[in-house]
Structures are given as C-alpha cells and as structure tokens.
C-alpha cells in the first residue's frame, strides 16, 4: 500500500515569509494529492490538491508542486498570516482505490 | 448542502463499557471512511467502506473495533470493552468515490476514563 512522508514535523516562521512543507510517496500509481488544514479542535478540510497530469496549481498565497518521477510533493505558502497557523496534513492516493494515505502532519505557526 | 455530520460531538465513558459513534456522509457519497486521532497527532485509518463492497478493515487496530454502514449511508463505529488508550477523536470522512477528495465530519471526541 502507499506510504506518505511528511516533513518538517514542526515549523515556525514569521509573518509575512513563506513556508514550505515537502511529501514523498511511495506507490507509484498513486496520481492524486491533496492538502488539508486543520486548525485547533477543527475538522481537517481541504485547501487545495492536484492530480498527476499537472507540475504545479496555485491558489492565491497556496500552490501545490508534483515531481511524479521523484515521487514527492510540495505545499508553499507565500505571504503568510497568523491564521495560516494550522496542521497541515497531505496524502497520496490512486484516483478511484480507497488507498489514500495520509502524512504525519506538519504544526505551522506563524509569529505576528 | 449538508456536510458529513457526526454524533455524539463528545462522549465519555466508563473503561469497559461499550460505545457507538455515528457517521452521516455527504448525501450521494458512496465511499466513508473512519479515522482515529489522538491528541497532537496524525490520522489513523481505521476502516473504509465503498458502495457495496466488502468493507476495508486494514487499519482496525483490535477485534474491540467494529463498524457498519446501513443501506449504503449511515455508518456506525462500535468500541466494545472500552480501554484508556481508545481516548482520541474520531473523525469520520466520506467522498463521492474511493481515492477522491474527502471530506471530513467535525469529529467524536471519546474520553474512556
């Protein structure tokens, strides 16, 4: 089955700079990559994903990159905000398999 | 529309006891998921349902955990013989098909005192 990687664990940057948060996968068939934000005592919920026939998506201050032949994923926050602070979380899934598999997470703060 | 609901919000419990914990997915979403998190840390996959398929029951981490979908929507997580290590959150999780984005109930908070 797949297997995600999540790294930093933690991260503390100050308002304003850009963070970067980096997944491997293992399962090679895997094509689709979401990221979920969960804030403190929330659901997780969905802040963008991509699917494996594309590089790159953004989305205002997000964007998502894929190197498929490396096997890893990046989430970038450009910009950032207080409440950018959150656990961040991706996952790795073929498209129509139950076998998404989610990261350790990674703790994001943001210091005003 | 109505996102995936979840009930009770909290739950506590005495060791030993039995308890259930209820899932309501996204009207239409053929695939549920739940998953376990403990304070601080990741999502643990528990089990997954799909349609009418047998269910996934890979990350069920003792034959304490049991879980059952009715008519293909309401699902329902059961702990028997409740242990302290079980206090975590329990999110619930559906998808309109397997491997496509999820979305996540609010969640069971259980503490087994």
């Known amino acids: 089955g797949e297997n995600v990687e999540q790294h930093p664990s933690t991260l503390s940057v100050q308002e304003g700079d850009s963070a970067v948060i980096k997944c491997t996968y293992s399962d090679s068939a895997s094509n689709y990559f979401p990221w979920y934000k969960q804030e403190l005592g929330k659901r997780p919920q969905l802040i963008i994903d991509?699917?494996?026939?594309?590089g790159e998506k953004k989305d205002q201050r997000i964007a998502v990159t894929l190197n498929k032949t490396a096997k890893h994923f990046s989430l970038h926050i450009t910009e950032t905000q207080p409440e950018d602070s959150a656990v961040y979380f991706c996952?790795?899934?073929?498209?129509?398999?139950?076998?998404?598999?989610f990261g350790a997470g990674t703790r994001l703060t943001v210091k005003p | 529309g109505a996102g995936v609901s979840q009930s009770p919000s909290n739950k506590v419990t005495e060791k030993g006891k039995d308890v259930e914990l209820r899932c309501d997915p996204i009207?239409?979403?053929?695939?549920l998921y739940w998953y376990r998190q403990s304070l601080g840390q990741g999502l643990e996959f528990l089990i997954y349902f799909q349609g009418n398929s047998a269910p996934d029951k890979s990350g069920l981490p003792s034959d304490r955990f049991s879980a059952e979908r009715t008519g293909g929507s309401v699902s329902t997580l059961t702990i028997q013989r409740t242990q302290q290590e079980d206090s975590a959150v329990y999110l619930c999780?559906?998808?309109?098909?397997?491997?496509?984005?999820?979305?996540f109930g609010p969640g069971t908070r259980l503490l087994v005192l």
């Open positions: 999780a559906s998808s309109r098909q397997g491997g496509e984005t999820q979305y």
């Open positions: 009207s239409g979403h053929t695939a």
């Open positions: 991509i699917r494996s026939n594309v």
């Open positions: 996952a790795a899934s073929p498209l129509n398999n139950n076998d998404m598999r």
